[in-house]
T-cell receptor, first 115, second 110 residues
Framework: DGGITQSPKYLFRKEGQNVTLSCEQN?????MYWYRQDPGQGLRLIYY???????QKGDIAEGYSVSREKKESFPLTVTSAQKNPTAFYLC??????????????FGPGTRLTVL | SQQGEEDPQALSIQEGENATMNCSYK?????LQWYRQNSGRGLVHLIL?????REKHSGRLRVTLDTSKKSSSLLITASRAADTASYFC??????????FGAGTQVVVTP
């Protein structure tokens, strides 16, 4: 899982609550990403950040929010507006975005269950 | 919708056999990457092949890319029980955005 950590590994949330997933990297990478994975499916991009204090919506950003105040950290908040938040969430980073160095390094993931 | 589509969805082989899985995609790409995921874990990058490359090797892995057919294949030779995992292809566009397929689940039995 490289130098990317995600916490917690398992998270349970009641409906109507916001919850924040942590992602930290010590790889000195500029770009960071959040993906969602549902059973038997591939990854779908939620948000990505190319540089500190900047981030862009991915394919399924509705109901999620992010911040990028530090290069090492890219927390994801799952808000109560997300209709079906139960999923496996993966954070990734890469040296840069869109400059031919596109290999992404993934964290171990957080499994979120809404009760 | 997902850019890459893997085939087959699942594959069961015995140790020592080769495993081949295919990936088809729809739009132009900058490169194509293969990742591996053990159950309940994050993804691990295996190999990247650029759009102007046709074949690439890494240890027991061989990847081919046919841009005219918009397809790629991943071959794992002399498989081991430790190769049991899900394998995903991901296409990368000129903006650096990755789009993943649904994956091929590979089971290698001793």
């Amino acid at each position: 899982d490289g130098g990317i950590t995600q916490s917690p590994k398992y998270l349970f949330r009641k409906e109507g609550q916001n919850v924040t997933l942590s992602c930290e990297q010590n790889l000195n990478h500029d770009a960071m990403y959040w993906y969602r994975q549902d059973p038997g499916q591939g990854l779908r991009l939620i948000y990505y950040s190319q540089i500190v204090n900047d981030f862009q919506k991915g394919d399924i950003a509705e109901g999620y929010s992010v911040s990028r105040e530090k290069k090492e950290s890219f927390p994801l908040t799952v808000t109560s507006a997300q209709k079906n938040p139960t999923a496996f969430y993966l954070c990734a980073s890469s040296i840069a975005h869109g400059q031919g160095t596109d290999t992404q390094y993934f964290g171990p993931g957080t499994r979120l269950t809404v009760l | 919708s997902q850019q890459g589509e893997e085939d087959p969805q699942a594959l069961s082989i015995q140790e020592g056999e080769n495993a081949t899985m295919n990936c088809s995609y729809k739009t132009s790409i900058n490169n194509l990457q293969w990742y591996r995921q053990n159950s309940g874990r994050g993804l691990v990058h295996l190999i990247l092949i650029r759009s102007n490359e046709r074949e690439k090797h890494s240890g027991r892995l061989r990847v081919t890319l046919d841009t005219s057919k918009k397809s790629s294949s991943l071959l794992i030779t002399a498989s081991r029980a430790a190769d049991t995992a899900s394998y995903f292809c991901a296409t990368c566009d000129s903006w650096g955005k990755l789009q993943f397929g649904a994956g091929t689940q590979v089971v290698v039995t001793p």
